[in-house]
């Protein structure tokens, strides 16, 4: 495009005159122009908008971000397979787990599932390395039965490095695996970690 064609720098267009507002600094000028109706409409909007807005999620009904959250999180809770959960449900009943730690085949399937998931922390005879001792008598949580090590192993102790099983195993490897740690108890193998909890007594 050539300059030509255009006015010439600080030319002040004869419809313009009216705009021209009266302070000059250091020879820069400035014009009043309106604000364009769809800019002043927009705005308008967005403050009608605003006040609403404000009045439904502020002093209103509306929820509010942590209701949003927990109403999300519960369809998603409510999307999860059960054995996914990792919830109580999901726990063997206690004629499922005393079948297993009856049944040799049970219990070395048991063997196989701890050697490959809790091997690392228990140690290979269950004689504690990061985790507690499982074959003594002491026991952190519950009291060693099959039913309270069925609770821990499933749920786990996230905080104390201890993971959840449930939403890992399945219900077979999870009950074979309980019967297995609990067919443990009084093997008294060497290099066993010192006592942790409490002292329990049991019989099955
Ligand atoms: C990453 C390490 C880690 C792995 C893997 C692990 N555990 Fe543990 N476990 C721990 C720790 C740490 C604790 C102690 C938690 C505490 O102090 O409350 C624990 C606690 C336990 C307890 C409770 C002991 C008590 O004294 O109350 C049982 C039972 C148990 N684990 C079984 C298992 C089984 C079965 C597996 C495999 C399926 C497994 N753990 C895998 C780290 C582990």
Redesign the pocket.
């Known amino acids: 495009m050539s300059d030509s064609k255009l006015p010439p720098k600080n030319t002040i267009l004869s419809d313009e005159k009216a705009l021209l507002l009266d302070h000059d600094y250091d020879g820069i000028q400035e014009l009043d122009h309106p604000l364009p109706r769809w800019w002043v409409w927009g705005f308008v909007c967005c403050v009608i908008f605003g006040i609403g807005y404000m009045g439904y999620y502020m002093t209103g009904p509306g929820p509010s971000s942590k209701q949003e959250l927990s109403k999300a999180m519960a369809e998603i809770e409510a999307l999860k397979p059960p054995s996914a959960n990792g919830s109580a449900g999901s726990e063997p009943s206690a004629e499922e787990l005393m079948k297993a730690f009856k049944d040799s085949a049970s219990l070395n399937h048991g063997h196989e ?2 050697t490959t ?2 091997l ?3 140690g290979d005879k269950g004689q504690g390395l ?3 001792n ?1 074959t003594d008598d ?5 009291t060693g039965n099959l039913a309270d ?1 069925a609770h ?2 499933t749920t786990g ?1 996230p905080e ?4 959840p ?1 449930g939403p890992v ?1 399945t219900a077979t490897e999870l009950k074979d ?2 019967a297995f ?1 609990h067919s443990l108890h009084g093997t008294n193998p060497a290099g066993a970690k010192p006592a ?2 409490n002292q329990q007594t049991f019989k099955d």
């Open positions: 599932v701890y998931k809790c690392a922390c228990h990061i985790g507690p499982l002491f026991w952190i949580h519950g090590v821990v192993v102790v104390k490095g201890m993971p099983w195993l695996v309980v740690v942790q909890g």
